[in-house]
């Protein structure tokens, strides 16, 4: 770990107890699947069980005929309750329920309400439904064919509208980004070597502890929504949207979240369970087995493809082709895609540059957002590319990338913020933790070998505003009032640090309380690792006034930590402060536009090394990750604990990335939608050893000096270990995840 001369502080950067951890440990934290209303009807899915096809029918009779049930609901009973039947966070192209035409298997085609779960359960199994097959677009080769039928028309944009550049719906495109820059073609023609790879990357689930679940009630004029979930002000946005009412007469309550990854943003739970409370006026609850929640959404399937021209060792061109399946809707495609594309060169000197990213729709499940997203399938594609040129041309990979790295203070691209993570020095640390092994045998006969992966991602780009309140009482304890959503990450404990250090009062005097958009004030979601540097700088401003407005009536002597003298100044006859003080913070991005082809400035750069070093047995195939060292430029660590557990927990959950996690289909089939047959890593999968290091200089944009650091370490994980196994071996798998079997004979 490097850390530079920083002032020591009261509470940052100290360990602390998780201002959650006694209420999850003894049970008592409140998780959506705890949430019960008096009355509520439970409702049950009815799923196509094609991958595409016409609906020329919906027999609900036999389902009705139970007394149990109340209500089944098509898509042609909720047109009756809604202002407009489809939502999108890019482009509206996804209907609530299916209207028509079903594109995967899996899709919501109707919703039965009962009076229990079990009765609502074979209330659904009753319902038959009239299918006539259409013509599969089973992969993006399939979908970009020429000739191949659009499975879409023309769509209105979502929330996100503004991300959908490049659409073309006749061609199964549902985004595009492009990037050029000097003259690749001309470039490569004069290069001394010029190398090409295709990589390819399975789907996969989020697989969250919890599974999807939401309670909606209406009461009077406004709909009540209980949900996990890291979007609810676009949540607020969408139903209002979709049931034509004021975003005020919409309220989302948010309780703990056992989970997220992206997974619990815009899938179709929400909408569904709100359109069927509104339909039949009562409470409804809706609650997706583990085998939903994987026909809900996932992270996109990729073929990234990497040409490069090298002369003297130095990079002078790349091309760059990225095909990710977006499956049957949008989703958030299009953002991903142009994300991935912004990210696809690698932090490099590439003077001549080509990215064409493309979103394609086909008979899948819908991809969307998955943690780090847009950062993962180039990152690897590029890594794995690099040790592949490296290789070739007879030159260390950890040499070859240090002789091209960007440095602190460079360009990533020309008028966005100059990187500010030390990559070159976080390299050196991991290569020197893993050591350098090709080839070596372990006295148990099996081969060992090491491997780096470099990788950064811009992060909170865009106009991302947070807003918070920080109520300091009489007694001297404070309450902070922010629409974070605590989804394990510990985002409620590095707010209470923040507001506590700010303050100057002990941490255990801070209470943070739960997000409920009738309450809590607006922020704009949690997620790309903003929460810390967005809202945590919020906290610190409305924490900053407060002290303010206590000073101002009790001078600039008085001690916030002080009960008494607190109470005094906030009951004094002249204060004027009516019992507590209240202070409010706002943070709005400052010039979010750039001159680049993503078009927006960086918030920050989330830098991340990896080196891992595995042993293969060559009789088997079977790897083992033995080490893995994740490297951070982390700005200031807010609280030591959590940092360490977000920067190994996504290391660990990219392990299975790299060797057993896939989504697998079969024609549009989703055979493995289940604990047993999809394989996360296990206990025996964990590297015996895993290191997280972390640069700290001060210098990030968040409260003192933070920057985030949910997204850092799983971006390069895969890649890392793939040149390891490459390094080991002698055998470049470029598929992921890499099988024993692919690495024998």
């Keep these: 770990m490097i850390v530079e001369e920083l002032q020591e502080l009261r509470t940052v950067g100290r360990h602390t107890v998780r201002v959650d951890g006694r209420a999850k440990v003894t049970g008592t934290a409140c998780y959506g699947a705890d949430v019960h209303v008096p009355g509520a009807l439970h409702a049950a899915v009815v799923r196509s069980p094609l991958p595409h096809a016409r609906i020329r029918g919906v027999e609900t009779a036999a389902a009705l005929a139970s007394p149990d049930v109340a209500a089944v609901l098509t898509s042609d009973d909720l047109a009756r309750v809604l202002a407009r039947t489809r939502f999108g966070p ?176 815009y899938v179709n739970v929400v909408p569904i369970a709100a359109a069927a409370a509104v339909a039949v006026n009562r409470p409804v609850r809706l609650e997706l087995t583990v085998e939903e929640s994987f026909r809900s959404s996932g992270r996109h399937g990729a073929i990234v493809r990497f040409t490069s021209g090298v002369t003297n060792g130095r990079i002078v061109a790349r091309k760059i082709e990225l095909l990710f399946d977006t499956g049957a809707y ?142 300091l009482h009489r007694d001297g304890s404070a309450t902070v009032v922010a629409s974070g959503v605590e989804l394990g990450q510990g985002a409620h404990t590095v707010l209470a640090q923040v507001a506590a250090e700010t303050l100057g009062i002990p941490y255990e005097r801070v209470r943070v309380g739960a997000v409920d958009t009738s309450v809590t004030p607006f922020d704009q979601r949690t997620s790309s690792s903003r929460t810390t540097v967005h809202l945590g700088l919020a906290v610190q401003r409305a924490a900053e006034h407060v002290l303010a407005q206590l000073r101002d009536v009790a001078g600039d002597d008085v001690d916030p930590a002080d009960a008494e003298a607190v109470a005094a100044a906030v009951n004094g006859p002249a204060s004027g402060l009516g019992g507590e003080i209240v202070g409010v913070g706002t943070v709005d991005q400052d010039a979010p536009e750039a001159p680049t082809a993503f078009g927006m400035r960086a918030g920050y750069w989330e830098g991340s090394v990896g080196a891992a070093r595995v042993a293969v047995d060559p009789r088997t195939g079977a790897v083992e990750v033995l080490q893995y060292v994740t490297v951070a430029d982390a700005g200031r660590v807010i609280n030591p604990h959590g940092a360490h557990g977000q920067e190994v927990g996504g290391a660990v959950m990219a392990v299975g990335h790299a060797l057993t996690e896939a989504l697998e289909f079969d024609d549009g089939y989703l055979t493995n939608p289940s604990p047993v047959d999809y394989r996360v890593p296990l206990a025996g999968d964990v590297p015996g050893i895993v290191e997280s290091l972390f640069i700290e200089r001060g210098d990030g944009p968040g409260p003192f000096g933070s920057k985030g650091l949910g997204e850092s370490s799983i971006i390069t994980v895969a890649p890392a270990i793939a040149n390891a196994i490459a390094a080991a071996t002698g055998v470049r798998v470029r598929e992921l995840p890499i099988r024993p079997w692919a690495l024998l004979g």
């Design 330 to 471: 949008a989703d958030q495609g299009p953002r991903v895609i142009r994300q991935a594309g912004y990210r696809a060169p690698g932090p490099y000197r590439i003077p001549n540059l080509q990215v064409d990213a493309y979103a394609v729709y086909t008979n899948k499940v819908p991809a969307g957002a998955y943690r780090g997203f847009g950062a993962s399938q180039p990152i690897h594609g590029c890594e794995c590319h690099m040790d592949e040129i490296a290789d070739a041309i007879g030159m260390d990979p950890v040499e070859f990338r240090r002789l091209n790295l960007l440095e602190l203070g460079d360009d990533f691209a020309e008028g966005d913020l100059p990187l500010d993570c030390d990559l070159p020095t976080a390299l050196d640390m991991a290569a020197e933790r893993v050591g350098r092994a090709r080839g070596e045998r372990l006295p148990d006969g099996r081969l060992t070998g090491t491997g780096v992966a470099v990788g950064v991602k811009n992060t909170a780009s865009g106009r991302l505003p947070s807003r918070a309140i920080v109520r």
């Design 90 to 265: 890019v482009v509206r192209d996804t209907p609530v329920l299916a209207e028509g035409v079903v594109r995967y298997e899996g899709e919501p085609v109707a919703v039965v309400l009962a009076s229990s779960p079990e009765a609502a359960r074979a209330g659904a199994a009753a319902v038959r439904l009239d299918l006539d097959p259409l013509p599969l677009l089973a992969s993006v080769e399939d979908a970009l064919a020429d000739g191949a039928a659009p499975l879409h028309g023309e769509t209105e944009g979502g929330e996100f509208g503004g991300w959908s550049g490049g659409a073309d719906a006749g061609r199964n495109v549902a985004g595009h980004y492009h990037d050029l820059r000097g003259d690749p073609d001309g470039a490569l023609a004069a290069a001394e070597h010029v190398l090409s790879h295709e990589y390819r990357l399975a789907p996969l689930q989020h697989y969250a502890l919890e599974n999807h679940v939401v309670t909606a009630v209406p009461d009077g004029d406004t709909l009540v929504v209980h949900t996990p979930n890291q979007y609810p002000f676009l949540m607020v946005r969408m139903l209002a949207g979709l049931l034509g009412r004021p975003e005020s007469s919409i309220r989302v309550a948010v309780p703990y979240v056992g989970g997220g990854f992206g997974s619990k943003e």
